[in-house]
């Protein structure tokens, strides 16, 4: 029996997450280590000025104060050290991590945060706003999963997963898009007559290039597309070696 290691971004309450815990209980034995509260846009931060704490929710439900990569680091540091799992999953997350989005993203940064472990991570979340239907995706999961830890990944990999609202079309192997708008920023006044900002969400316009995740879901497949926490950008690597860029040594002198 497999063993798989279940976290979020959205917290330890999430429909999302217990659908998700629930369809891979049938193919391993599934530990959820999550949030304690939504930490959506956390990326791969880790809490390092007060300690963590580990709150045992359930049996094999473990919630931590912190963020999906402390999850991460205290499941495989203490929680289930001398019990490592075979592979880690992050979500269902409630909308979807796009294109750019990848590199805010809590839901990401957990799978991610497995990969560093030598682990396969997949990260899956649900393009869909208001209203979640979570069962399309978490049997696509569970499907996923047994193809996975049957295949393996390369080291280092993980895999991005975006699911329409169902039915699925089926699968397509993509690569990151890129959003066109900028996230919004909504102004208030609080009762205490202060100015305050509010990150919106942005306009759902997108960068439908062929072969993207973006077109995919567009289309109505869901996207599976390979990340690497390597962000080295090799093209512009060989070309600004060639400028051969100089610095005098007088000044960088103190
Ligand atoms: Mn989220």
Redo the contacts with the bound molecule.
Sequence with gaps: MPKILVT???GIHSPGLKLLAKALQKIGEVVVVAPAH????ASRSLTLTRPLRIDVVDKNQYAVDGTPADCITLAMNKILSGNLPDIVFSGI???GNLGDDVTY???VAGALEGSMYGLPGVAISLVQRGEFDFTYAAELAAELAVQVLRDGLPQGTLLNVNVPPGPIRGLRITRQGAKILRPTVVEGTDPRQRTYYWIGEEALTWNEEHGTDYEALRQGWASITPLRNDLTDYQALEKIKTLNWQIAPEAVKP
């Design positions: 979020n971004d959205d939504e930490m959506s846009a997350n409630k909308g993203s809590g839901t």
